[in-house]
């Protein structure tokens, strides 16, 4: 079956560059896309079909690809970023969520 | 406002069965694929099963087939998740959110834009 590999935690000071990692097999012949997830608070879409930011999502997040790897950036990462982000993509009739990472501001 | 709100939740034994519902408004609910997505205590995200606009094409997660089944309701507005032979592993949070689903130069997208806060299933004894 198809697995994406996430990072389980990823820290960053505030102010700096977050890169969250997602790896899967030819992961850049499907779309992937991002998830913010906060504890008791429903997930949100961040970044879809690779690139695309949703609507209302701040600019500092932005989406890219490579190859076999998505690669979800937060510039300037503030403290409210604190979360949960798992990637997503769809394969063989079944939706696939990456492990996630738990990204801390610190 | 769009706003999606699950109900049905609840402790049930390990056999057991649950229906979840997810009522949805702010939008055109008939215009829209479908799923639900799980989370256990302490785990990640699962994916659990998906339904089309007319209900024609169903999908389920390996971990659930044959034990769940999707449904809809487009003159209720309504998605549903029929639970039988619940194991101590479904427990979790039950989310519903809206899909958006298709091809673009030739590569599958799915992503959900729109979420419910969810319903907590437990299966103890």
């Known amino acids: 079956s198809y697995e994406l590999t996430q990072p389980p935690s990823v820290s960053v000071s505030p102010g700096q560059t977050a890169s969250i990692t997602c790896s899967g097999d030819k992961l850049g012949d499907k779309y992937a896309c991002w998830y913010q997830h906060k504890p008791g608070q429903s997930p949100v879409l961040v970044i879809y079909?690779?690139?695309k930011r949703r609507s209302g999502i701040p600019e500092r997040f932005s989406g890219s690809n490579s190859g076999n790897t998505a690669t979800l950036t937060i510039s300037g990462t503030q403290a409210m970023d604190e979360a949960d982000y798992y990637c997503q993509a769809w394969d063989s009739s079944t939706v696939i969520f990456g492990g996630g990472t738990k990204l801390t501001v610190l | 406002e769009l706003q999606l709100v699950e109900s049905g939740g609840g402790l049930v034994q390990p056999g057991g069965s649950l229906r979840l519902s997810c009522a949805a408004s702010?939008?055109?609910?008939?215009?829209?694929?479908m799923n639900w997505v799980r989370q256990a205590p302490g785990k990640g995200l699962e994916w659990v099963s998906y339904i089309s606009i007319s209900s024609s094409t169903i999908y389920y997660a390996d971990s659930v087939k044959g034990r769940f089944t999707i449904s809809r309701d487009n003159a209720k507005k309504s998605l549903y998740l029929q639970m039988n032979s619940l194991r101590a592993e479904d427990t979790a949070v039950y989310y519903c959110?809206?899909?958006?689903?298709?091809?673009?130069?030739?590569?599958?997208?799915?992503?959900?834009?729109?979420w419910g806060k969810g319903t907590t299933v437990t299966v103890s004894s």
């Open positions: 079909e690779h690139t």
């Open positions: 702010g939008f055109t609910f008939s215009s829209y694929e």
């Open positions: 959110a809206r899909v958006w689903f298709g091809t673009t130069n030739n590569y599958y997208y799915y992503y959900m834009d729109v």
